[in-house]
């Protein structure tokens, strides 16, 4: 790795570029992620503050804007792998119930209680419900599918999530709930779109500043949940 030009983080303090050497059996494309990595400013941030992942800032920026993640809230992470949002719902949301669903087990997280399962299995609302004692105030979903290099399949992947996640809130929102997820620039489309409308009173598009200027993704925010 080599050291290049200066420049700015996210909290304003200086940082020297590091580029990274393409090393031999290693793809262009893995050299270039780990460039990133080494480069971004929310990677060191959350490294430094303690947070799983960088996406957790995408929550906080969202939350700041919304305010849906205040004491005593029930909140459902869905994919919540590696723990980046449960950790900000369970610091924000405090006293309230957060539950972090994945198909792949993690590490336990300060009040959070995780769960092994699939989302979209036919029994999975019922479970979580039971779990949570109720109806919940959020749910919200960072899932995107992997990446496969074509555009609109990748597209198509990570929308059919979004819309599963949002039936699963249909289904485990409280009146008034917000439900929010991951989705592509252009946003929620078609059926789905139409559908959050019917059942929700607001529903904005946002792409927050920690979302990293070239990544499509968008997050679409669904308030005021109609039951």
């Not at 050497?21 to 080494?38: N, P």
């Not at 709930?177 to 559908?195: R, S």
């Not at 929700?200 to 925010?221: D, G, W």
């Amino acid at each position: 790795m080599s050291e290049g030009k200066k420049g700015r983080s996210g909290r304003g303090s200086e940082r020297m570029f590091t580029r990274v050497k393409t090393a031999k059996g290693r793809k262009i494309s893995s050299t270039r992620w780990l460039e990133r990595q080494l480069n971004d400013p929310y990677v060191h941030l959350a490294q430094k503050e303690g947070y799983r992942s960088r996406a957790a800032y995408k929550l906080i920026e969202l939350d700041d804007r919304f305010k849906f993640l205040l004491p005593g809230r029930s909140v459902i992470d869905l994919g919540a792998a590696p723990g980046g949002w449960a950790q900000v719902a369970a610091q924000r949301a405090k006293g309230g119930r957060i539950i972090g669903i994945d198909i792949q087990e993690m590490d336990s997280l300060p009040n959070v209680e995780l769960m092994v399962m699939d989302f979209m299995a036919d029994d999975a609302p019922d479970k979580v419900i039971a779990l949570a004692g109720g109806r919940v105030d959020a749910v919200v979903s960072d899932m995107a599918a992997p990446v496969t290099g074509h555009k609109n399949t990748d597209h198509l992947r990570t929308m059919s999530l979004a819309e599963a996640a949002a039936y699963f809130s249909f289904d485990a929102l409280k009146p008034g709930g917000l439900f929010c997820a991951k989705v592509f620039q252009g946003g929620t489309e078609g059926g789905l779109l139409d559908e959050l409308k019917s059942r929700f009173t607001q529903v904005s598009h946002v792409k927050p500043k920690a979302s990293r200027k070239e990544s499509v993704e968008l997050y679409v925010v669904a308030r005021g949940f109609k039951g």
